[in-house]
């Protein structure tokens, strides 16, 4: 059975890797290179400014402090619940072993 699912899987990957269509690579064209060329073609047209981002967004460091506690804290919750989730199957396995050998 082990030796079909083995097969199987083998298959399906060779399938889908045969029949993916292949990624196609997309260039970009810096901003500058635009400007230039509309500016060659109509002489009549302004030359394109380059335009700046915007500054992002200001960040509170009291924000970000209460934030970084805040997942510290999940963290170690979800830390403690896989401790206790990992405990518990290890003294079931070893329960059940200790029941299998004596009776």
């Given at each position: 059975m082990t030796k079909i699912?083995?097969?199987?899987?083998?298959?399906?990957?060779?399938?889908?890797?045969v029949l993916a269509p292949p990624a196609?690579?997309?260039?970009?064209?810096?901003?500058?290179?635009?400007a230039v060329a509309a500016f060659?073609?109509?002489?009549?047209?302004?030359p394109v400014r380059e335009q700046t981002a915007p500054p992002g967004p200001v960040l509170d460091p009291a924000g970000t402090t209460e934030a970084d506690a805040k997942q510290?804290?999940?963290?170690i919750v979800a830390g403690g619940i896989a401790l206790v989730l990992g405990f518990?199957?290890?003294?079931?396995?070893?329960?059940?072993?200790?029941?299998a050998k004596s009776g």
């Open positions: 699912r083995a097969v199987v899987s083998a298959g399906l990957i060779g399938f889908l890797v196609q690579a997309v260039t970009a064209q810096p901003s500058s290179v635009v060659a073609v109509s002489p009549q047209v302004s510290t804290k999940n963290k518990l199957v290890w003294w079931g396995r070893r329960v059940r072993s200790k029941k």
